[in-house]
């Protein structure tokens, strides 16, 4: 017991990263509207990204943004800045989650404009009408 | 079938006002984002963002037609494809003076800066593209997505 | 069908809080993710390059052709609304 508690404090980061994905997830299966689905996709796409940025952080670290005339003379230590790699794939990573919003809503506004309605049943079965 | 329901838009006193008095604040602070990238968190995509938001905001609170003044539909057609014909511009010219695709040294033949100091000169000319990519797909994105695809009124 | 979402849910999240075990601890400087290009980047992005913020000196200039692809992905979501709700003005 005391090492499950150990291990849900020393990473307790990944833990409410994944509590938000299964939000997100169920979400995504378990609700039959359309609009609320799309809205736990993005409540996934969010916690992947909190979830990359996390994995780069280092204890006493600061942002990666150098004072130029101290990095020009050499000394700049790599253990004290946080790794700026995941922030960029995350910069992506946001850009393409707004498309993919953008695009669905566009979608939803012809479905509702076709059917009348955004409930999956019903539109299931007006399809097989 | 017309689902769109009729608006008089924009007749609130204390928005219109609150909103004239910030939309060039909030644009020159989008610009501001854009041009210190280098110096401080920011760079093309946040500063597009800004700038974007204020048409809409300016949408929001006037009504369509009038957003439509200040950002005509063929001007906004232009910047869209402005945004990526800079940033592939930038890297067919780096091409073409001996480098690699966006190499940005190979362009000290053309103005001698120094190849260090075109670096940073070439990321400063890729965010402005980006930036401008990005904030004429937001205004067009809100005017399609609120009119139903007509943009003439809505919301 | 509720029921049986709840269930899914509960059972991948079970899985992935079981894989969380063999993570590096939060916050170690010498965890794989720290170790192999980042240092690079770190010590030589600012003598390179001439800028001061790392993560605008990475996504412009070595990492170039991701941010060329993302600007094509945003201007084709803006094509694709305008070609999925365009239609002409009902008089």
Known sequence: ?129 | MRDIHEHTAGEDLIIKTSVRLMVPFIQVFGLYVIVHGHYSPGGGFQGGVILGASFILLALAFGMKTSQEYMTVSVNAVFNNLGPAIFIGVGVLCALFGGLFLDYSALDKLIPLGPVEWRSFGIFLIEVGVGVAVMSIMVLLYWNLSSGGAMDEGL | MKNLALLATLVTGALLLYGTKDFPAWGDPQDPASTYLSPYYIENAVEQTHVPNIVTAVLGDYRGYDTMFETVVIYCAGMAVLSVLWRKKEE
């Open chain 1, 1 to 129: 017991m005391e090492m499950i508690v150990d291990e849900i404090v020393a990473k307790y980061n990944y833990w409410i990263y994944v509590v938000l994905m299964m939000i997100g997830f169920y979400a995504m299966i378990g609700k039959r509207n359309l609009m609320k689905k799309l809205i736990g996709m993005n409540i996934f796409q969010t916690s992947i990204i909190l979830f990359f940025v996390s994995t780069g952080v280092k204890k006493g670290g600061g942002i990666p943004i150098v004072d130029k005339y101290q990095a020009l003379a050499g000394n700049v230590d790599a253990a004290s800045i946080v790794n700026p790699l995941p922030h960029v794939l995350m910069l992506t990573a946001i850009v393409v989650g707004v498309s993919v919003t953008g695009v669905a809503l566009a979608v939803l506004q012809r479905i509702y404009r076709e059917y009348g309605t955004l409930e999956e049943d019903e539109i299931l079965e007006k399809l097989q009408r």
